[in-house]
């Protein structure tokens, strides 16, 4: 029987986002026109086109919320994790146009551009809600989906590509707000769940997530015969593609033990 999905908190996700923005609103503000010419992990774009890119995704809010929500089966978090699979080249065509329009010029116009698109997250966050909170929903790539589930998509987009950005500037990582990271650990924890179903893998993610996946034996009392540990951070990049399981495995980043521990042919989660 597969697991329930879990739920979110439609008021510690808002907050989690709205500070997990703030974050990230500090450092653009910060950048420099070097900065914005540096190569990232992501192809061919720069931090430039990773702006433009994150201005995107987190400005479609309003109109997802505020457009009309089509009928139909809502869409899941699960759903929408296996559909982004399928998104890359779109994302990359609409990106390169945007950074050549809206987030073109000197820094300081970026970062009005990037404020533009946070400010109006905060907008929508900040209204009084209409509607109990499991009923609020959104229009996404044509499909209804819970407000909150959306909410937690956007986090996801926050708190990876702020990883992404501290990378390209060479740092370490950035300051990531502690209910978001918890969020989106959660979320792709349950998305590798879903794509890998079966119980002959325990997954843990500490202090966030613990998953059963990977078809095989299921245990059911004592130690598990197959264990993959791994912390937060580590398992965001891994379940998006952005650390190899072989070299997170030789850095001691991911600790596997059993012969299904092996996750690669099921990674990534994200595309």
Do not use: C
């Amino acid at each position: 029987m597969p697991a329930k999905p879990r739920t979110y908190q439609p008021q510690k996700v808002s907050a989690a986002l709205a500070a997990q923005n703030e974050e990230l609103r500090a450092v653009v503000h910060g950048l420099t026109e070097e900065d914005l010419d540096r190569p990232t992990r992501l192809g061919s774009w720069r931090v430039r086109e990773l702006l433009a890119h994150l201005g995107l995704a987190l400005g479609r809010l309003p109109g997802a919320v505020d457009g009309p929500v089509p009928d139909g089966p809502v869409l899941s978090l699960a759903g929408y994790a296996a559909l982004s699979r399928t998104m890359a080249e779109a994302v990359d065509t609409a990106v390169t146009e945007h950074a050549a329009t809206g987030f073109a010029g000197p820094p300081e116009k970026v970062a009005a551009a990037f404020d533009r698109a946070l400010d109006a997250v905060r907008a929508v966050l900040d209204r009084p809600a209409t509607a109990a909170p499991g009923q609020r929903t959104a229009q996404v790539v044509g499909r209804p989906m819970l407000l909150t589930d959306y909410l937690v998509t956007r986090l996801v987009e926050a708190v990876v590509h702020a990883d992404d950005l501290a990378e390209a500037l060479g740092r370490d990582a950035f300051p990531h707000d502690r209910q978001a990271v918890a969020a989106v650990t959660r979320m792709l924890a349950d998305a590798f769940a879903d794509r890998a179903p079966g119980g002959a893998v325990e997954l843990r993610i500490p202090p966030y997530a613990v998953v059963q996946a990977v078809e095989g034996p299921r245990h059911t009392r004592g130690t598990p015969p197959n264990v993959v540990e791994t912390d937060p951070l580590t398992w965001i990049r891994l379940a998006t593609g952005r650390t190899g399981w072989a070299a997170a495995v030789d850095a001691a980043v991911v600790s596997a033990s059993g012969e299904r521990s092996d996750l690669r042919a099921h990674l990534p989660v994200l595309g």
